[in-house]
């Protein structure tokens, strides 16, 4: 597909999503694939690779190549038609009676999936705080533990775990180690450098950036067996990402780089400034020195410390809600990673059995200029 010279950086290589140019038009974008059939060659064979729109298509591979050269992912990365379709496909790879070890503090309808779901096929699901090593190892039985799942930063008080560390307790104890690294992006931290077997985003998040689409991505260390059923899964279930939403993830990755360092600036600045704030208990951002997690997180992000964070309103529950109501530049919605700044109360979206304190606020932190995003949520948090 790309010839690209290994010498350019990765934010060079993204940029131009990896300099691919059509061999006929020599059109700098690539066209969109949207054939679900290919024609057979006369010996009856595929010369080009192609078959069939659900097992694989171009437009897709494209992308593809974009994440597995960010991640340096050498079994190459799969996308999926969202996150909890690539992260459901991990699972799925598993067999009955697999003991699956997981974040007690992590994206919530993954949570509920594994605990509700998951379970009904077999697969036996611990929740440990996996930021505390001794935890993790505690919680992982040797031969019997199959899947280490971590998610750094995590929702929504983004706890930092330790990928390295807990690679190592994974392996020791026969797991693979999978890391949701929504959070961070492959522009922060590289969870596969780190000791991981398999990364997964919610590419719906930063990597698309805009709001706009609905997907999915794995990334793998080694074409192993476990890659292999990963791959038919998607296949099988059908689980394969649209070609149309394949282009718009490609158009959005070309600005990850520019658009993540605005981001992380933007939530630095606020996290500094919200932590003065007389109407805020608590930032919980982990560039923050006071933030359990701010070693381990200045260890293994690289640029900055995300674009997330969460505040504690100090007059408790219902005041983060009228909070939220006030704000007139920050939009009131669930997601995050767009380029626009959202605010969230995540204790009415969880239910009652949420590890989410009920005075916190959710924000994802977009490209708005840092004074009109800091006076929005002053004049909102002021009124009580
Ligand atoms: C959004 C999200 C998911 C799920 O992604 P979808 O594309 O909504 O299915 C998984 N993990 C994290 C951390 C997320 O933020």
Known sequence: MSSAPRQWSKKSLAAQALGHVDPVTKAVVPPIHVATTYLRDPDNQYSSGYVYGRPDNATV????????????????????????????????????????????????????????????????????????????????????????????????????????????????????????STASSPVVTRPLSLGADVVMHAATKVLNGHS???????????????????????????AILGPFEAYLLMRGMRTLHVRIAAQMANAADLARRLTAHPAVAQVLYPGLPKHPGHAVAARQMTGGFGTMLSIRVAAGEAAAIRAAARVGLWKRATSLGGVESLIEHRASIEGPSTPCPPDLLRLSVGIEDADDLYADLDQALRQG
């Open 212 to 238: 706009d689409v609905i997907a999915g991505a794995l990334a793998g260390a080694k074409a192993d067996d476990f890659w292999a059923r990963i791959q038919r899964i998607r296949s099988g279930n059908g």
């Open 61 to 180: 591979r494209e992308a593809e190549g974009v994440i597995a050269m960010l991640e340096e992912a050498e079994a190459g990365a799969l996308l999926f038609s969202s996150g909890m379709a690539a992260a459901t496909a991990v699972f799925g790879a598993l067999d009955p009676g697999d003991h699956i070890v997981a974040p007690t503090v992590m994206y919530w309808a993954l949570r509920r999936w594994l605990s509700e779901e998951a379970t009904r096929w077999g697969l036996k699901v611990d929740f440990v705080a996996t930021d505390d090593l001794d935890a993790l190892k505690g919680a992982v039985r040797p031969g019997e533990t199959k899947l280490v799942w971590l998610e750094t930063p995590s929702n929504p008080l983004w706890t930092v775990t330790d990928i390295a560390g807990a690679a190592e307790i994974a392996h020791a104890a026969g797991a693979r180690l999978a890391v949701d």
